[in-house]
């Protein structure tokens, strides 16, 4: 971080894992979507699970930020699919650093107490 008013925040991946045979749900091996700033960014037509989405929400700002290496944050990155039937796993990788602006972000002035 510096002086001024920016900081860091990762990029990342979020890619379905597992044998489709064990999947309950309509997952997909291979399927994707990214996760820029506070954008969800899916391929052209990508589908994804409201259910699936709704347990991986929780975590992905904290994923983005950054983290210290003992911190189980920084090392776990496989999530299991909230259906108890369902085998397939979302592997969370953090990929390019991106620069914000805190200006950018909120009207809430910087140095103000909440």
Same mark, same amino acid.
């Given at each position: 971080?510096?002086?001024?008013?920016?900081?860091?925040?990762?990029?990342?991946?979020?890619?379905?894992?597992?044998?489709?045979?064990?999947?309950?749900?309509?997952?997909?091996?291979?399927?994707?979507?990214?996760?820029?700033?506070?954008?969800?960014?899916? $391929?052209?037509?990508?589908?994804?699970?409201?259910?699936?989405? #709704?347990?991986?929400? &929780?975590?992905?700002? =904290? !994923?983005? /930020?950054?983290?210290? $290496?003992?911190?189980?944050?920084?090392?776990?990155?496989?999530? #299991?699919?909230?259906? &108890?039937?369902?085998? =397939? !796993?979302? /592997?969370?990788?953090?990929?390019?650093?991106?620069?914000?602006?805190?200006?950018?972000?909120?009207?809430?002035?910087?140095?103000?107490? =909440?």
């Amino acid at each position: 971080m510096t002086s001024d008013d920016t900081f860091e925040l990762y990029d990342l991946e979020v890619t379905v894992e597992g044998d489709e045979k064990d999947f309950v749900c309509r997952h997909h091996a291979g399927h994707a979507f990214r996760v820029e700033g506070e954008d969800l960014v899916f $391929p052209e037509g990508g589908r994804f699970s409201m259910y699936a989405l #709704a347990a991986l929400i &929780p975590l992905l700002p =904290a !994923k983005e /930020r950054p983290t210290s $290496p003992n911190d189980w944050m920084t090392t776990d990155a496989l999530i #299991a699919c909230p259906d &108890p039937n369902c085998g =397939a !796993k979302f /592997r969370i990788r953090r990929t390019a650093k991106r620069i914000l602006s805190h200006a950018e972000c909120t009207v809430v002035p910087l140095g103000e107490k =909440a």
